[in-house]
Each structure stands twice: as C-alpha cells, then as structure tokens.
C-alpha cells in the first residue's frame, strides 16, 4: 500500500493523463475528450526517445519533411545545411570555409561537420531528428561511435526517395528564410507575401547552390558519398525508405511509421 502510494505521488500528471487516456480511446471517445490535440503538443515521455536520421538527395524534400515532423512530435531538429547557412550569416570561422565549398556543390571537410554536430547534439533533449549529417561513411561511423558511448544510438533512418525530374524544379522554385531554415516552395507551399517568411516578417533568400550547374555536382557527390549510407544503414536494419512525388505524399507515410514504431500511435 505504501509502495503503490509512493508510486502514484512521484508520477507526473501527464504521466496518469497519458495511461488513463488509452481506455477512452479503444472505446472510440478520443473526439470527446481531444486528446489528439492535447498529445500533438507533448513530447513522447513514455515511448522510446526518437533519435531519427534523414537520408534523401538534394531537393527531396528533407526540410519540409524535418518541419512537419517537428511540429507533429516537438523534437530537436538538427540541420547541418541551415547550422552551416547560419555560420555563414555570422561570418564565423566555419563560415567562411562553408561558402566556398557550398558554392561549389563540394562537402565540407568530415572533421568540421563531425564537430559541428556533436556539439549541437550534447545540448538536445532526448528526441532529436538529424537532416543532412552523416552524408558520408565516415562521418556515420564516427556518429555511431559517439552516439553508443552514451547510449543513444540512432533507431530510425528515413531515406526520401523522389524522382529526379521532379527535384531540379523544386529546387529552382525554393526559397529559405536563413535563421530559422523554414523552406518555401514557389509552386506547391508559397509565402504568404512573396519573399518573406510567414513567421517573423523578414526577407527570404534564395540558395547560392541552388542553381542547375552546381545542382549536378551534388547530385554527383550524393550518389558517389551519401548513397553508400543506405547500405550501411540496411546492415544495421532501421533503415526505411518512402516514396512519392510530393512532400503530401511521402508525409503520411513517414508518420504513419512514427506513431507505430514509437509507441504514440496508441492515443490518435
Ligand atoms: P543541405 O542544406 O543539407 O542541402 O546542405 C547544403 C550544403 O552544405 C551541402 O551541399 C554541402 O556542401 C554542405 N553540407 C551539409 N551537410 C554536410 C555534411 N554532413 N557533410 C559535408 N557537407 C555538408
């Protein structure tokens, strides 16, 4: 008795709303009760933390896909093209050496973006989604490492798989507001007002490499660096790919396998 009281004190309140929720649920009074709304805002307390990586070629959409899954799940997103863009901005040391290589559709050295990372990745919470690094062997061993040694090892890799023809025209009609690394699309999710970013007003700003010449030399570059990672990331068995035309498409799929896998899917 003393035990189960105790047990009930040091729960949080979240924690007794989550697990007395799941009756209402199977019993179909979600509606009744809101709960989707309500758990849409809560990180995922009880389930396994997610720690996802985003695999995908340039233009598939992995920064679109990175925002809806942010915004549906409240985790971290660590991007390493929007933290290099933001160096750049700052004229940083890091910076500096990132507009050159960036303009020129080359990568950035593995020890720069291996330090990077690392460092934004102590001061994150437990749920945390990378876009855009590891782009290469190397950089996902050493992640890999790095991750085991404080036991938080990456459990899902979501590779975007969108055909090419479709890619160059997204990437000639995005844009990206710098300091938040929110992308816009001309076509299918245009800004409010033309040039400037929904949220906080300010100017958005077009790609320097986001230009059909230096398109290619990435495109080049992922296939001979990144693709080897969906290989690796088989052997390791978490990875999944999803595919489809349009972020619209590969969104619900990509959900769909969150909620299953991390044990929300319970409470929608
Ligand atoms: P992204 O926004 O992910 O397309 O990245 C833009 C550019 O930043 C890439 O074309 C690379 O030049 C550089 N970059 C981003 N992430 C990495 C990485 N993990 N390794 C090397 N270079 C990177």
Redesign the pocket.
Known sequence: MYFLKNYVLTKQPSYWFNHIQIPYTMMGLRKLFHTSNVLNSLPIRDGLPMRLLLLGS?GSG??TQSSRIQRKFNISVI????L??QNIARGTKIGKI?VK??ER????S?DI?IELITKELQNKQQNWLL??????IN?AVVLDDRLAMTNRSLNLVINLHVPEDVILQRIMDRWVHVPSGRVYNLSYNPPKISGIDDITGEKLTKRS?DNPETFKI?LQ?HRSLTEPLLEYYTKSNILITCYGRTSDEIYPQIERELLKRFGVGNFY
């Open positions: 340039p992995k920064g991007s390493s093209g929007d290099l863009r990132a290589e960036i559709g080359a990568y950035i593995d973006m876009d855009g690094f590891p782009r290469t950089q490499d990435r570059k």
